[in-house]
């Protein structure tokens, strides 16, 4: 899939943009150009890197032009660039809907106007039911993806489009596991919201196989979730405590926007929502279930057994589970 591609990251140089830069280099892809807005992330990047098949390129995706000439020959997109911080966003919303809604539009038009052969966009589980506005401008960004093949011409245009979807990553940036752990080096209470609080629970090696796999087999205008386990808030507490020391905890209430539980299905996707392997898979209502079956050769079924996909119920990681995905995780140093 990768051999010989041109691909593109937006917001290339995040997190995520990195580890995915570094997986895509152990390919034979021809050239990965990194777009971003932050100058000085992008010198440390390309000195860390030192791979000359990386491009960078100073960009912004609210600028419809800039995107047209940074896409030029490129054959798969990945699109991470977003606002992505909860109360940021509630200060800031007109700004979000420029670059998540917005933005997102661009790199739509601008994927068609070059002819990208796959352009993937990587949204959140606040995408459902959202209750802050970031999550309502990454429910817009999915559904322009899923909408956009509708309006391609397929005798002009080879571009599909898709759509993920998952949690946050574990040790990300502004995720909560590094934030407990800087409150206990620092002998500092955890401020906990909720214990009742439940999360999904992914780990960056695990998001880069599920990326890299919906690349290579996912369909245009769907939306693709991983099978993910579940954690409690309490027992990520307690994991903690184990590997660094107990300090304490205080309840400090949920924030404005902020669930008690993810869902990364609701239970009305869920009556468009199969069963594919190691993933779930929410279909576009205009495609009818014999072509869908068709399309994965009858490797997929419709999901009948769950209400909705929460970590509420999802099956748990035990505290022990959690200890060894901690301790081999960059966080412990």
């Not at 098949?53 to 995706?61: P, T, V």
């Amino acid at each position: 899939m990768f051999d010989g591609k041109k691909i593109l990251i937006t917001g290339g140089t995040g997190s995520l943009g990195q580890s995915l830069t570094k997986r895509l280099l152990e390919t034979n892809a021809d050239t990965i150009r990194i777009l971003s807005r932050n100058e000085s992330q992008q010198v440390d990047m390309e000195s860390e890197f030192n791979d000359d098949r990386l491009r960078f390129l100073i960009g912004d995706i609210r600028d419809l032009d800039r995107l047209k000439t940074a896409f030029e020959d490129i054959d798969i997109i990945y699109h991470a660039a977003a606002l992505k911080h909860v109360p940021v966003i509630e200060y800031n919303p007109f700004e979000a809907i420029k670059t998540n809604v917005q933005g997102s539009q661009n790199v739509i038009d601008a994927a068609l106007f070059q002819n990208v052969e796959k352009v993937i966009c990587i949204g959140t589980d606040k995408a459902v039911s959202p209750l802050n506005t970031y999550g309502a401008t990454k429910l817009l960004m999915e559904k322009l993806f899923v909408s956009a093949n509708n309006f391609l011409n397929e005798e002009r245009h080879r571009t599909k489009f898709l759509a993920l979807r998952y949690g946050n990553v574990v040790g990300s940036s502004g995720s909560v596991i590094p934030k407990f752990i800087k409150m206990i080096k620092d002998g500092k209470k955890i401020s906990i919201t909720d214990p009742n609080m439940t999360r999904f629970s992914i780990i960056m090696n695990q998001a880069l196989d599920f990326i890299l796999d919906c690349t290579v087999n996912g369909n245009a205008s769907e939306i693709y979730i991983p099978k993910l386990k579940s954690y409690s808030i309490l027992d990520i507490k307690d994991a903690l405590f184990e590997i660094f020391g107990k300090t304490d905890f205080e309840q400090v209430g949920i924030r404005p926007g902020e669930k008690l539980h993810e869902v990364l299905i609701n239970s009305e996707e869920i009556r468009n929502s199969w069963d594919l392997n190691n993933k779930f898979m929410i279909s576009n209502p205009s495609k009818s279930n014999d072509d869908i079956v068709q399309n994965y050769d009858g490797k997929i079924s419709k999901i009948d057994d769950m209400n909705e996909y929460s970590s509420q119920f999802a099956t748990r990681h035990t505290k022990d589970e959690l200890i060894d995905i901690i301790s081999k995780s960059d966080l412990v140093k």
